[in-house]
């Protein structure tokens, strides 16, 4: 079955420091790429998406490239803020239209120190 | 933005008895519905999908007599725990999906904390 594998945590930078956070998967098929976050106390929201090999999510200053030869969605930011603390899930959703049954992988927790 | 509210945060509840959580779309009707677990450095595990009107479809391994799923409205779903036991005890998130939104197929609820003595 569909499986997604993230750098397991928690990593800790300072500020203005650069960020990768690694995404793997297995999946049959063509699937879409996410990236969630889950700020301290709140739900999980959607950072950025990839629906296809080659294209690039980005929002907030954060990047991730769906790379289909190495299945790989790796999170990048290239100067993180104390804001930017949270736990950072990668997920996957089957192709074929149904974009919305997720297999997340464990989560990174990221903490950015002043 | 689209809003999912989930009641409670966290529950302590004693081995045997049942316990309740809700999930809420506020600003939109979500005719599906999807309830995770998580477990302490775990992934989220998709334990059902809810649809508004009919029978929740539990994924593999997914006790359905012990989590029961409603969905009778389009802005509430609710896991029931029932029986519950101390191995029970984890963190529940429900999701829902926007048939209008373009970005964000899922909105999640800030999860419900279960807590079994």
């Known amino acids: 079955g569909d499986s997604v594998t993230q750098m397991e945590g928690p990593v800790t930078l300072s500020e203005e420091a650069f960020l990768t956070i690694n995404c793997t998967y297995t999946?049959?098929?063509?699937?879409?790429l996410f990236w969630y976050v889950q700020y301290p106390g709140e739900g999980l929201q959607l950072l950025l998406k990839?629906?296809?090999?080659?294209d690039k999510g980005s929002n907030k200053g954060f990047e991730a490239t769906y790379r289909k030869e190495t299945t790989s969605f790796h999170l990048e930011k290239g100067s993180v803020q104390v804001s930017d603390s949270a736990v950072y899930f990668c997920a996957l959703s089957p192709g074929g239209g149904s974009n919305y049954k997720l297999t997340f992988g464990k989560g990174t927790l990221l903490t950015v120190n002043p | 933005g689209a809003v999912v509210s989930q009641h409670p945060s966290r529950v302590i509840c004693k081995s045997g008895t049942s316990v309740k959580i809700e999930c809420r779309s506020l600003d939109f009707q979500a005719t599906t519905m999807f309830w995770y677990r998580q477990f302490p450095k775990q992934s989220l595990m998709l334990m059902a999908t809810s649809n508004e009107g009919s029978k929740a479809t539990y994924e593999q391994g997914v006790e359905k007599d012990k989590f029961l799923i409603n969905h009778a409205s389009l802005t509430l779903s609710t896991l029931t725990v029932t029986s519950a036991h101390p191995e029970d005890s984890s963190f529940y998130i429900c999701?829902?999906?926007?048939?209008?939104?373009?970005?964000?197929?899922?909105?999640f609820g800030n999860g419900t904390r279960l807590t079994v003595t």
């Open positions: 990839a629906t296809k090999a080659d």
């Open positions: 999701s829902a999906r926007d048939p209008a939104g373009v970005n964000s197929p899922l909105h």
């Open positions: 999946a049959t098929g063509y699937p879409s």
